[in-house]
């Protein structure tokens, strides 16, 4: 043995545990059968081992838990407002703080204030939800990321970039006033958790400036982002991950953000912005839809341990073993030839569901049968993210066809062991040696927005 081999494991100690139930092959099957083949509409109790989504799964620390405590119940001027808008301005340096129940709130409210009907949205990469409330604003969302990050095999260190050109274009064609902002996501979710370079933020805020057109992040693993380009951009390696993400923010203009995955909550988000009149109106918009401005829609006590989980998020060894493990799982897949999107993500690995099944066409739905399939096989619990997630052009009302058509396993913070992630890696190669005899689904029943929540299927 090399005696100058260190290993490193979690910063962290378990205190508390969550019993889980096992279930046989047969009860899995009955399970997903009732399920309609769709991993969102199973019971969680008959989940092994979860990785849905790293949404509100994460598990809390005991500094967190007693920030329960503290909650200020008030309905107005809750203390816990307070140090929530503390937190914000000591770790993302916005000005303004307007509190949500989660992400998808504060993506509406910032949709009705800035987006005019016949604007055009361009980010980088869908995602369903913020993509939704651009829509429902009246505005069209247009994808300006970089081509490699369509490509799973690509090994480009930040496919979440932004592609100047194709913006430049865009701004071209439709002119700076009909664009309200530009939305960047650190990390892309559907790009298989893919980050944004700072240069390329640099960039982007240089082009839009001249422009006078905003940049709005969607922040939602912000903290994740900052790792990567601690790892891989030039001149961060020696930067602290709390550096790394207020310079960041220090590029955009304000930012909607998801407190359930990064901060480590269970419920939880926010509006945060610069300019005092898009702070007025949001701030008089989130009464109407979310609840009183110093708390919308969180309780005073969750609103407390969001701001601990924003201060432990930025925690270098944290995000060393947040991101370690998801790197564990990734290059177990690796080793055994699972075609995985590469290079491996911020918040879970994505199986390239196309080169899993290529027997089955797109519209058999090759990610939403593999997620079915790898639940009846051990009990994990998957999630589709392809044509599913992508859902139909409102306007043609054909499915949209993505590049992508992935499974993602995604790891919820602190809650799992190396041996979790060594079964779920067992699990995915022997599904993957029984490939062939996989069949397709069809699609008995689509609800109208996002349809990948409720949509039911049967075995073709
Ligand atoms: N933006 C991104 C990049 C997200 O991943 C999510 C949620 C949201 C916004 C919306 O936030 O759920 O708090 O309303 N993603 C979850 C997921 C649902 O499983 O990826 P929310």
């Known amino acids: 043995m090399s005696l100058t081999k260190r290993s490193w494991a979690e910063p962290f100690k378990i205190k508390m545990v969550e019993l889980l139930k096992m279930t046989t092959p047969e009860q899995r099957e009955k399970a997903i059968k009732e399920a309609g083949h769709n991993t969102f509409l199973l019971k969680s109790e008959d989940v092994y081992i979860d990785l849905l989504t790293d949404s509100g799964t994460s598990a809390m620390s005991d500094q967190q838990w007693s920030g329960l405590m503290l909650g ?4 107005a001027g809750s203390k816990n407002f307070y140090t929530l808008e503390k937190a914000v301005k000591k770790f993302y340096g916005y000005k303004h703080l307007i509190p949500t129940h989660q992400g998808r709130g504060a993506e509406n409210i910032l949709s009705q204030v800035m987006i005019k009907k016949g604007d055009i949205v361009p980010g980088n990469m869908y995602f369903t939800t913020t993509r939704l409330h651009q829509e429902l604003a009246g505005g069209t969302f247009v994808d300006v990321i970089i081509d490699e990050a369509h490509d799973s095999e690509n090994l480009h260190p930040f496919k979440g970039n932004i592609d100047l050109n194709k913006l430049q274009a865009l701004i071209k064609k439709h002119g700076a006033k009909k664009i309200p902002y530009v939305c960047v996501a650190v990390t892309v979710n559907l790009a298989g958790g893919q980050p944004v370079s700072m240069q ?22 912000i903290a994740e982002n900052a790792y990567f380009i601690q790892q891989h951009e030039k001149g961060y390696s020696k930067k602290s991950i709390a550096a790394i993400v207020k310079e960041i923010c220090s590029y955009t ?58 201060e432990e998020s930025v925690q270098d060894e944290h995000m060393k073993a947040r991101i370690g493990q998801v790197l564990y799982l990734g290059e177990k897949m690796q080793e055994a030839e699972i075609p995985i999107v590469l290079p491996i993500g911020g918040h879970g690995i994505f199986i390239d569901a196309k080169r899993f099944l290529p027997h089955l066409k797109q519209d058999q739905f090759p990610a939403q049968t593999l997620a079915a399939a790898l639940y009846v096989d051990s009990g994990v619990r998957t999630m589709e993210r392809g044509i599913v997630s992508a859902g139909r052009n409102a306007k043609t009302g054909d499915h949209y066809y993505p590049k992508l058509e992935l499974v993602r396993l995604t790891i919820p913070r602190r809650v799992y062991t190396q041996a979790h992630m060594d079964v ?12 062939k005899k996989i069949r397709g689904l069809k699609m008995v029943y689509e609800p109208k927005y996002l349809r990948f929540f409720q949509a039911r299927f049967s075995k073709l």
Do not use: P
């Open 253 to 310: 203009d304000g930012a909607t953000f998801s407190g359930k995955k990064d901060a480590l909550v269970n419920i939880g988000g926010f509006l945060a912005v610069n300019d005092q009149e898009i702070f007025e109106e949001a701030s008089n918009l989130v009464v109407v839809y979310e609840g009183l401005h110093t708390y919308g829609g969180l309780a005073g006590r969750d609103m407390e341990a969001m701001a601990i989980g924003i």
């Open 200 to 221: 390329n933020l640099k960039e982007l805020r240089a082009l839009t400036q001249e422009h006078g057109i905003k940049i709005m992040l969607d922040m939602t693993r």
């Open 72 to 75: 200020d119940e008030a309905y």
């Open 424 to 435: 779920i890696a067992e699990s995915v190669e022997r599904v993957y040696q029984d490939r």
